[in-house]
């Protein structure tokens, strides 16, 4: 008989640990030049540690922690489904006093909850940094220039950068006077990428038809510096900032982002500009991040802050992905 | 198109999404003319069953993807665009049973519970469970008229489009649970990646 291991778990053997160690040393020589010291914490936090003041989930709905345990004096534990959250507790709990900007970089593993049949992956390996106490536009570049290197020294030679702004459409909903019952039910649509729905639900409202051509238009806004062209009233405003940090990072970094006001990700932390790593070699994205300008206000020191993580193991496969793709140019 | 690989349904899809295909320019004679071949690369089609269609776009094998909307709500946890309603291949999610007195509903106040036959597990599981009634469900991959004929389950949950198929085999239709059309479906990344490409297709078949 073999012994199974859990459903999304897997071993690494030394070839496949070998690569994995290549990408995350270079990874990890970016992160410390960029000055992002590396941390660890505990695998096991308290539940109350991921829960928000109203008992909601602190982190968005995919990354919501899944494994609980009892300690001796009958505390719930968690197993850490993010690495956002734990070092926002480091950095307002050990650093009380230091003068920020506060930057700190990781390698860890998070665990989450997965669905059957799914290739989803229980135990995954994140490699971020978070960078606290640095508002937008500048910490959002800085940040996204991290990023970038980040990519560059693993040798993804195709990635691109979706950036958007996670208040952009919940507050253009809230501007004409959306109800918030349809508000969350038309951002689950949105955040379930069913336009169709979104439609339908815009519909039903029965709004004055510029407001839901706007509705029905800016999610669908993506591309070139072009599309950003034209707009007005908040959705400029979300444009600006987005233009804001396209200007403060370098010309090749520039180049690799893609404007998207439909960029909504799940609820969660998230407050400004979001973002999300695409790879032509791999069918999901490989990485994401954005600014959580309130989040180190519940463990009691308020700084806006920006992060991302990158997913390793998807990494890799994109990275297989780009090397089979320039062996064999014309096979997709 | 080139640009694009799209998945097409095979069965009652096939055709509806073929003509859309045409509308859009894209030369689909080779794809009409050979039932055994699934790969077109030349024209960027690739065809399989209908419920697999949600896996090759989830996964990127597949940049769009046509595919009713029975089956994205079966696989509703997918993630993927759905981009457009297509219009065709109407038709509607019904609970059903046998003609004369409803056996579904006898169960559930004399047994408390009801046995229901589907291709919908989850479907159908979501819909009673929003009802607030309590439902055994049992997965069937064939005919699923023949369940309440034999006694296997009380009712039903199926897909009809003209109600044909449920009143030869004696069955009527209790309750309507949804209305389905094909949709267009698309790869979130490529969705970022190729928008001009999709956005082109999107244009013409609005207009189509």
Known sequence: ?332 | MSELRIAVPRGTLFEGSLDLLDGLGVDTRGVRENDRRLLFEEVGIITMRPSDVPTYVEAGAADLGITGKDVLLEQSERELYELVDLGFGRCTMVLATVAGEDRAAEALRRLGVMRIATKYPRVAARYFLDTGRQAEIVEVKGSVELAPLTGLVEGIVDLTATGTTLSENGLVVREEIAHCTARLIANPVAHKLKAPAIDAILERVHAV
Do not use: K, W
Request: net charge negative.
């Open chain 1, 1 to 332: 008989m073999v012994e199974r291991i859990p459903s999304g778990t897997r071993d690494v053997l030394p070839d496949e640990m070998r690569e994995l160690r290549l990408m995350t040393d270079r990874i990890r020589g970016v992160f410390e030049r960029a000055g992002f010291g590396e941390v660890y914490t505990p695998a096991l936090e308290y539940e109350a540690t991921f829960s928000r003041g109203d008992g909601r989930s602190a982190v968005p709905e995919y990354a919501a922690p899944a494994y609980r345990v009892f300690d001796e004096q009958g505390n719930v534990l968690v197993l850490r489904s993010d690495m956002t959250v734990p070092i926002a507790r480091l950095a307002a709990t050990r650093y009380t006093h230091s003068e920020p900007p506060l930057r700190f970089s990781y390698f860890a593993h998070a665990y989450r909850g997965v669905r059957p049949q799914r290739g989803q992956s229980r135990e995954l390996l994140q490699a971020g940094v978070e960078l606290i106490g640095a508002a937008a536009p500048e910490g959002t570049a800085e940040a996204l220039q991290v990023l970038c290197e980040a990519l560059d020294a693993a040798g993804l030679e195709t990635y691109r950068v979706g950036l958007g702004d996670a208040s952009l459409y919940p507050s253009l909903l809230e501007a004409v006077g959306v109800s918030p019952d349809s508000r969350d039910r038309i951002l689950g649509e949105l955040v379930a990428g069913d336009f169709v729905g979104v439609e339908s639900e815009l519909r039903a409202l029965g709004l004055a038809a510029d407001d839901a051509e706007l509705l029905l238009r800016v999610p669908r806004i993506r591309g070139g510096p072009d599309v950003l062209e034209g707009l007005t009233g908040r959705v400029e405003d979300a444009a600006a900032g987005m233009r804001a940090v396209h200007a403060l990072v370098a010309p090749e970094i520039a180049g690799r982002i893609i404007f998207d006001l439909g960029l909504v990700r799940s609820l969660g932390y998230y407050t400004g500009a979001v973002f999300q790593v695409y790879d032509p070699a791999h069918g999901v994205p490989i990485g994401s991040g954005g600014r959580y300008d309130e989040l180190l206000a519940q463990f009691g020191r308020p700084l806006p802050a920006v992060g991302f993580a990158l997913n390793v193991e998807r990494l890799h496969i994109a990275l297989a992905g780009e090397e089979r793709g320039r062996m064999a140019p014309r096979e997709r």
